[in-house]
Nanobody
């Protein structure tokens, strides 16, 4: 079982940047596809970005394309989400998730989840 711990959230002004990290422990996660999801108050958890096991292929929700970048560092067993040009509507709890299947926008495909980190963007 992989344990995932997110960090890097916080309060930022609109237009600012944050970098989220997701550290994995328990076993190597080098074969896992990894994803970031977010859940805003009163809304369902939604796909943000995903990366395949090698880091060569990335996928983004339309709402973050061009502003967010997902990456991974196998040497550190960590996945990152670099967020730029943040908007108030990016405010949410951000979750890291892993799957041994291919990267997916489908939340049900992921079987390992972190507890989330809060991102608040002030307008």
């Amino acid at each position: 079982q992989v344990r995932l711990v997110e960090s890097g959230g916080g309060l930022v002004q609109a237009g600012g940047s944050l970098r989220l990290s997701c550290a994995a422990s328990g076993r190597t996660f080098n074969s896992d596809a990894m994803g970031w999801f977010r859940q805003a108050p009163g809304k369902e958890r939604a796909f943000v970005a995903a990366v395949n096991w090698s880091g060569d292929n990335t996928y983004y929700a339309d709402s973050v394309k061009g502003r967010f970048t997902i990456s991974r560092d196998h040497t550190k067993n960590t996945v990152y989400l670099q967020m730029k040009s943040l908007k108030h509507e990016d405010t949410a709890v951000y979750y890291c998730a892993g799957t041994l299947w291919r990267p997916s926008t489908n939340i049900k495909q992921y079987d390992n989840w972190g507890k989330g980190t809060q991102v608040t963007v002030s307008s």
